[in-house]
C-alpha cells in the first residue's frame, strides 16, 4: 500500500508539471476524495487492516482564501482473522471465527482555509466534526467524532481541479472485544477508533473567473485635422477600498459623482481610462486581478450613472504603481486605489 501511495503522488507531480497554470475564484464547489483507509491505535489494528475510504464534499469559499466544507464518509477496513481467544468481562472464549469487513459511515462539517501556492496551485487546512455509524464488523454504533486534514490541489482549469489530501480521523467509539490475548497490555482496553486517510481528490468550482476587460472604443473618423487635444488627467486618490476587496465604499461615491458632472458638462474627451491599483500583500498575479475587478468595480459605477460605456476603457495594474511606502498600513491604504485618465 505504501508503495502505491508513493506513485500516486509521482503521477501527479508528472501530470501536473505539463498542464497550463490558472485557478478559480471564489464561490461554491463539490469533489470527491478517495484513497486508503489505516488503522492508527492499538486496539482497532487488532480487528481490522488497511481499507478504502471515499468522502464526497461540497462547501462555499467566501474569498480566495476562507471556506466552509461538508463531507460524507464510507470507509471499508480489511478484516484481520481475529479469531484468538477473547479475555475479560464478557468477552471469554473464541470469537467464532468472525471475518468481515468493518464498514463506517459519516458526515462531517467545518472551516476550509486554502491557501495559493504558486500561480495553479493551492494548499488547503480543514477540521471538521460530525458523526458517524459503524454497520458492520466488530462495531455497531452511533458516535461523535472529528478530522483534521490538509491538501494540495492543482488548477486545470478555472472550475476543475485535481490534488492529493491526507487527515487524521477519531470516533468515539470502540471495537469489540475490547481484550484480545495477542494484544500489548497497554493497547487493549476500549480505546476510541482513529484512523488516517490518503489519496486522490478532484473538485469542481463552480465560480467564474473575472471577465476580461473590454475592448478599447474605436478611433473616431477624422474629417480634417485638429489640433491635438489638451490632455487631462483626473487623479482620484480619495477613491480607496478595503484590504482584499474590490466593492466601492460608501465614502467613495460622492467623490465619484463629481467626477460624473464634470465628465458630462466637458464633452470635450474621448476617452476614460480607469486604473485599478493595489498594495504589495498578496502574489502579483493575484493583485492583478484584484486591480482588476477594483477599476471594473468603477467603471460599472461610472456607465450606470450616465457615461457612455463605449468611452471607458479599465485597465489593471496590481502592485507597480505605489504612490506611498507599502512599509505602513498608512501606505498600504493610500496604494488601494483607482485612478482616473481623461484623453
Known sequence: MHRSRLFLVFLFVAFISVLPASYAEEGGFIGLNLGESEPTNGNYRAHAESGIEGSPFGGYMFNDYLGLQLEGHAIGQQPDNDWWQATGSGYGGQVNHVN??????????????????????????????????????????????????????????????LGIYSRWNRAYMSPHPYHLTFQNPDEQGPADLEWVDSGMS???????????????????????????????????????????????????KPVLDEAVNTLKQDEGWQALIVEGHTDSIGSDKYNMKLSQRRANAVREYLVQHGISASRIRSEGFGESKPVAS???ADGRAQNRRVELHVE
Open 326 to 328: 507599502n512599509d505602513t
Open 202 to 252: 478532484i473538485k469542481y468550482s463552480f465560480a467564474e473567473p473575472p471577465p476580461p476587460p473590454p475592448p478599447p472604443p474605436p478611433p473616431p473618423p477624422v474629417a480634417k485635422p485638429t489640433p491635438a487635444p489638451v490632455k487631462k488627467k483626473i487623479v482620484l486618490r480619495s477613491v480607496h477600498f478595503d484590504f482584499d476587496k474590490a466593492t466601492i465604499r460608501s465614502d467613495a
Open 100 to 161: 468481515r469487513w468493518t464498514t463506517i459511515f459519516g458526515a462531517s462539517f467545518g472551516p476550509r482555509l486554502q491557501f495559493p501556492v504558486g500561480d495553479a496551485m493551492d494548499l488547503y487546512l480543514t477540521a471538521q466534526g460530525g458523526a458517524y455509524k459503524a454497520v458492520s464488523g466488530r462495531l455497531n454504533q452511533w458516535a461523535p467524532g472529528f478530522l483534521a486534514g490538509a491538501g494540495l490541489e492543482y488548477n486545470l482549469t478555472p472550475q476543475l481541479a
